[in-house]
């Protein structure tokens, strides 16, 4: 039996310039590794809650107290919930909310040779945690552009690091994505 992979476009929702990945993912990952998957490729670390919403099912990491129903991630595999042209939705963050479109693009003869998943191409930088969500990254990015601006000094102390909102390498995230593997 040929093993399967299905290349997958990841946008983030209603941030601009777009912020997506493509991934090529095997069919038969969990949800809960499609979910490392997105973290690792759009750069997260995984410090807040997410959920999958297929046509109106939601699919996540049950909790504990049965105050946010879902299916178990675990007993799902993208091929069960997922085919060529379907449309997942994936949140991270319940706070700060960030919403993925995660587009089904195709379906592919997995090449012997290549470990998966694998990034094939993207374009710009993850929003950084904890940054408020869509309109608190366009604050952050604002600040950051304009030395003008009155928070200009407070985001770099609070970001840190140094970040270029438009930096984006495939490779890195490819070799970050083996550490899944």
Excluded: N
Aim: net charge negative; charged share 30%.
């Amino acid at each position: 039996m040929t093993r399967r992979v299905f290349q997958l476009r990841v946008t983030l929702d209603d941030v601009t310039p777009p912020v997506w990945r493509q991934l090529l993912v095997p069919t038969g990952y969990t949800l809960d590794r499609v979910h490392r998957v997105i973290q690792f490729a759009m750069g997260w670390q995984d410090c807040h809650l997410h959920s999958f919403d297929v046509d109106g099912e939601q699919y996540g990491e049950p909790d504990p107290d049965g105050d946010l129903p879902v299916l178990d991630e675990l007993d799902y595999r993208l091929d069960d919930v997922a085919g060529p042209g379907t449309r997942l939705r994936y949140v991270y963050d319940f706070g700060d909310w960030w919403e993925h479109e995660v587009l089904v693009e195709e379906v592919l003869a997995a090449d012997p040779r290549v470990r998966y998943p694998v990034c094939v191409a993207g374009e710009r930088a993850c929003p950084p945690e904890d940054v408020g969500g869509p309109e608190g990254y366009a604050e952050f990015i604002a600040a950051l552009d304009d030395p003008c601006h009155p928070r200009h000094l407070a985001m770099w102390d609070w970001i840190g690091r140094r970040y270029d909102p438009a930096e984006f390498d495939a490779d890195r995230v490819t070799t970050l994505l083996r550490r899944l593997t």
